[in-house]
């Protein structure tokens, strides 16, 4: 039986989506702007999260950046797909977006804001501010979106939904962290300089730069600094791609300067020279009055941090806006649930979306919220979804989470690695590794615009009709 046939309906019904930050919004406006009744779900400000800090939509929990804007780069040609595809956050990211070289960074506060004005201003979203604790699976279209810090009851739920014969392995969990954020008036700006790697593009970021003596006692008390907890410690599994500061430095005296305090193309113009290493600053508001640093994400107690970063030259009187955390991480085995529509392979009615589906990023979290926002739309007008095509950076993204090992699975942000390959015979004849990505990107584009001509995109929030 086609999967949009299994409720038997006369009129579209309601959808319901549960969480309110990057997935929910992204899915309930694209449900609604496709004509569907939605009722969307958030427990804050009742019940907060140990992230979150406000109970607006789309609140932005640690970075501001929403990753590489160059073109023909694999998290630009996610972007671009979506923007295509009539994506709500990514036209709102794109109006309150801050200088941050080549990334599209945004200024997080106002970008919260205009998300929730948005969202409170269509008439076809019903906003509930309530923890869900239950799925009625059988009666209900269902998004689940509420991120890596779902409720403990839900997450229950979610066991009880992903718990088939055969397939026991429900849920995993890991961790990562959060970086600090410092107020700019605090930064010592005579012993800091702005530059561009190699003085590509705009100079936005603030470089403290180390002498070999300042970064083997940083590294020495980075060593020796007290964790949060040093009994959970050793339990924790961490994602590779966002390991707390401390954990590098664990991995060899050296690694950190190859890692986030790499130097490389960032001459000091009192010097000319590359430092020995460099502290990284990113603007993080329209008003530019914090940076965040760069990569700090790190498990070490508060006092620890200010003592320890006050050590990096330019942030002896650092004022420390927000410190360094560590955090749960809850998703699906998505390999072992889902199919490529986002529904759950036994609950069809059921879909997730966002970093609990097995995604990694806010992007990424976006993209997938899109994409069930549509898929949803299709099953409550009783139709089959048509999943993006494979060679999409929205079909690539799906294609890993679904087809992953389910053994080990782990969350992945997008990639080349991710896209599908050129055919072997144009493999050969370009060997250029930049051409190879734009041919990538040119046919993904392509087969995109053939999707959405078959799926439509909603009117744009300036909008007019639909295109
Ligand atoms: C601390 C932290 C730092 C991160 N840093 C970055 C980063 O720097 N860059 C990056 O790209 N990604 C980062 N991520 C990963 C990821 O991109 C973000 O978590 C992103 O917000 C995920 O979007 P989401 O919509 O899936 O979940 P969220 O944005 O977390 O939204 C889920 C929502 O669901 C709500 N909710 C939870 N349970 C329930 C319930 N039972 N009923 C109703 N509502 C519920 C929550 O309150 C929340 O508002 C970070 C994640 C965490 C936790």
């Given at each position: 039986m086609p999967v949009g046939q299994l409720l038997q309906i006369g009129r579209a019904m309601t959808v319901k989506v549960i969480g309110g930050g990057l997935a929910g919004p992204e899915a309930a406006w694209q449900?609604?702007?496709?004509?569907?009744?939605?009722?969307?779900?958030?427990?804050r400000p009742a019940r907060s999260t140990p992230a979150h800090q406000t109970s607006h939509f789309a609140e932005l929990v640690c970075s501001n950046s929403l990753k590489s804007d160059s073109e023909n780069t694999a998290p630009w040609l996610l972007k671009e797909e979506m923007r295509r595809a009539g994506s709500l956050l990514?036209?709102?990211?794109?109006?309150?977006?801050?200088?941050?070289?080549?990334?599209?960074?945004?200024?997080?506060?106002?970008?919260?804001?205009?998300?929730?004005?948005?969202?409170?201003?269509?008439p076809r979203i019903r906003v509930k501010r309530e923890e869900v604790t239950e799925i009625d699976e059988a009666n209900d279209i269902t998004i689940i979106a509420t991120g890596p810090l779902t409720s403990d009851a839900l997450a229950a739920e979610i066991e009880r939904l992903s718990i088939s014969?055969?397939?026991?392995?429900?849920?995993?969990?890991?961790?990562?962290?959060?970086?600090p954020i410092v107020e700019t008036d605090s930064i010592d700006s005579a012993k800091v300089y702005k530059?561009?790697?190699?003085?590509?593009?705009?100079?936005?970021?603030?470089?403290?730069?180390?002498?070999?003596?300042?970064y083997n006692a940083f590294i020495d008390a980075l060593l020796q600094a007290q964790s949060v907890d040093g009994h959970d410690w050793e339990k924790l599994n961490y994602f590779e791609a966002c390991l707390p500061i401390e954990e590098i430095a664990r991995r060899g005296r050296d690694t950190l300067r190859f890692g986030p305090m790499k130097p490389v193309g960032l001459a000091d113009p009192r010097t000319g020279k590359w430092p020995y290493a460099v502290v990284q600053l990113r603007q993080e508001n329209l008003r530019a009055d914090s940076y965040n640093i760069v990569g700090f994400q790190?498990?070490?107690?508060?006092?620890?941090?200010?003592?320890?970063?006050?050590?990096?030259?330019?942030?002896?009187?650092?004022?420390?806006?927000?410190?360094?955390?560590?955090?749960?991480?809850?998703?699906?085995?998505?390999?072992?649930?889902l199919r490529e529509s986002l529904q759950m392979k036994h609950h069809p009615n059921v879909l997730f979306a966002g970093q609990i589906s097995g995604v990694e990023g806010y992007v990424e979290s976006i993209a997938t919220g899109q994409l069930a926002g549509i898929h949803a739309a299709f099953l409550a007008q009783g139709e089959d979804p048509i999943p993006a095509p494979r060679e999409t950076a929205f079909g690539s993204l799906v294609n890993y989470i679904c087809h992953a090992d389910p053994k080990d699975f782990q969350p992945a942000n997008i990639t080349f690695d991710l896209l599908q390959h050129l055919d072997e015979a144009t493999r050969r004849r370009i060997r250029d590794k930049k051409e190879r990505h734009r041919l990538v990107c040119q046919r993904a584009l392509e087969l995109l615009d053939e999707?959405?001509?078959q799926i439509g995109v909603p009117a744009r929030i300036s909008g007019t009709a639909r295109t």
């Open positions: 449900l609604a702007r496709r004509g569907i009744e939605v009722e969307l779900y958030e427990m990514i036209e709102i990211a794109r109006a309150t977006a801050v200088p941050a070289g080549h990334a599209l960074a945004v200024d997080r506060v106002i970008f919260a804001e205009k998300v929730t004005e948005a969202i409170s201003q269509e014969p055969g397939n026991p392995a429900a849920r995993l969990y890991f961790y990562d962290s959060i970086s530059a561009a790697r190699y003085d590509k593009g705009d100079a936005d970021y603030i470089n403290c730069p180390m002498n070999a003596a300042e790190n498990h070490l107690k508060f006092g620890e941090q200010a003592r320890i970063f006050r050590m990096i030259p330019g942030l002896e009187k650092a004022q420390f806006l927000r410190y360094g955390q560590i955090h749960r991480n809850t998703y699906i085995n998505a390999p072992a649930l999707w959405i001509r």
